[in-house]
Antibody, heavy 120, light 107 residues
Framework: EVQLVESGGGLVQPGGSLRLSCAASGFTFASYAMSWVRQAPGKGLEWVSAISGSGGSPYYADSAMRRFTISRDNSKNTLYLQMSSLRAEDTAVYYC?????????????WGQGTLVTVSS | DIQMTQSPSSVSASVGDRVTITCRASQGISSWLAWYQQKPGKAPKLLIYAASSLQSGVPSRFSGSGSGTDFTLTISRLQPEDFATYYCQQANSFPITFGQGTRLEIK
């Protein structure tokens, strides 16, 4: 059974940093591209970043560029999102997601999400 | 960026009704389109990929069609568990973008 379990969310002050993790199980992690998608309270879905199965070629939304860094450790079956210079508008539930086919694709599995709140 | 526009933004329907939700892309995306269902407090669930392919385990009352810029999601006979919010997503080019969502409510 495919499982994606996010952790690392919480309350952080504006300008602060946070690292999200996503522990994957139930599939060959290195064979799949992965993404982070977020959802602000009461709002729609926003893609944040994606990374290939090998860990090369990261992609970012404009809102994440130069502030967020996606990475993965295939030996630990874990996806990461390092977030810095956080703003109030980054407040959202962050979902870890598995791409169905390739680095730009539909998403076939989602984690349960981890809430990031940016507030003083 | 490719803009995805869903209509309607919300719709009220009854159990047993047939419902159609549309999604329009601001430029052609071939068949690189997915549909998701999301219930309150839960992660989205993939229903349809490649515009018309039914994800494993999804009931056959869900169907998708379209290519290029215009797409539809049809639920043929609404069941109580279908009342949720639905999103389309383009997977043609970065940045990946989603529609704003369609809330399906019980009439």
């Amino acid at each position: 059974e495919v499982q994606l379990v996010e952790s690392g969310g919480g309350l952080v002050q504006p300008g602060g940093s946070l690292r999200l993790s996503c522990a994957a199980s139930g599939f060959t992690f290195a064979s799949y591209a992965m993404s982070w998608v977020r959802q602000a309270p009461g709002k729609g879905l926003e893609w944040v970043s994606a990374i290939s199965g090998s860990g090369g070629s990261p992609y970012y939304a404009d809102s994440a560029m130069r502030r967020f860094t996606i990475s993965r450790d295939n030996s630990k079956n874990t996806l990461y999102l390092q977030m810095s210079s956080l703003r109030a508008e980054d407040t959202a539930v962050y979902y870890c997601a598995r791409e169905l086919r390739g680095v730009i694709s539909e998403i076939d599995y989602w984690g349960q999400g981890t809430l990031v709140t940016v507030s003083s | 960026d490719i803009q995805m526009t869903q209509s309607p933004s919300s719709v009220s329907a009854s159990v047993g009704d047939r419902v159609t939700i549309t999604c329009r892309a601001s430029q052609g995306i071939s068949s690189w389109l997915a549909w998701y269902q999301q219930k309150p407090g839960k992660a989205p669930k993939l229903l349809i990929y490649a515009a018309s392919s039914l994800q494993s385990g999804v009931p056959s009352r869900f169907s998708g069609s379209g290519s290029g810029t215009d797409f539809t999601l049809t639920i043929s006979r609404l069941q109580p568990e279908d009342f949720a919010t639905y999103y389309c997503q383009q997977a043609n080019s970065f940045p990946i973008t989603f529609g704003q969502g369609t809330r399906l409510e019980i009439k």
